[in-house]
């Protein structure tokens, strides 16, 4: 018996939001995405983690896959986490327009800690109780503001490429 956890998949029940653009400078996507997701998700460079880049200048059109994460805490107990991937081609010659596809998930991570085994004997139950009787609503309305966060960040991207603007997510 350890902490008490709770993720919540904030795009349940598809699990991830998949975006196919054709457009005329993929990689430029990558450049811009740290500074998009710090306006957007109201973070710094901190809660920005770049986990890999993989480039390859032998082809044409040339391959690259980018994937990054996000996270963001909002209170004491729970933080935001959103994970993005980005898959494109960008072609050597400046007319043609390369493929890019984009693959965001995103969790909310709640946490009650207990460190000692006193506190999990008694602070667990207490803290279960907590969660349903209370804390369960401010849990909700995380995932609805997570939600509008994504949505923002889908039409930012949209946006920077022209491409048109989806519905909510609800």
């Known amino acids: 018996m350890g902490d008490y956890v709770i993720i919540d998949d904030i795009l349940a029940p598809k699990g991830k939001e998949v975006m196919e653009l054709i457009v005329p400078d993929p990689f430029s996507l990558v450049s811009a995405l740290s ?3 710090q ?3 109201h973070g710094r460079g ?3 983690y770049e986990d890999r880049l993989n480039w390859d200048v032998t082809a044409d059109p040339r391959p690259f896959y ?3 994460k996000f996270k963001k805490g909002f209170d004491r107990f729970t933080e935001f986490f959103i994970f993005v991937k980005i898959n494109g081609r960008q072609p050597s010659d400046e007319k043609k327009s390369g493929v890019i596809f984009i693959e965001v998930n995103a969790t ?8 000692s085994p006193l506190e999990k004997l008694i602070l667990l139950p207490f803290m279960y109780m907590y969660n349903i009787l209370v804390y369960n609503k401010t849990r909700r309305s995380y995932i609805n503001i997570c939600k509008t966060y994504i949505e923002e960040f889908q039409n930012e991207i949209r946006e920077k490429f022209g491409a048109p603007m989806r519905e909510r997510l609800r």
């Open 66 to 68: 980018y994937q990054v």
């Open 108 to 115: 909310l991570n709640t946490e009650f800690p207990a460190e």
């Open 46 to 48: 901190v809660n920005f």
């Open 35 to 37: 500074a998009m997701m």
């Open 39 to 41: 306006t957007i998700f």
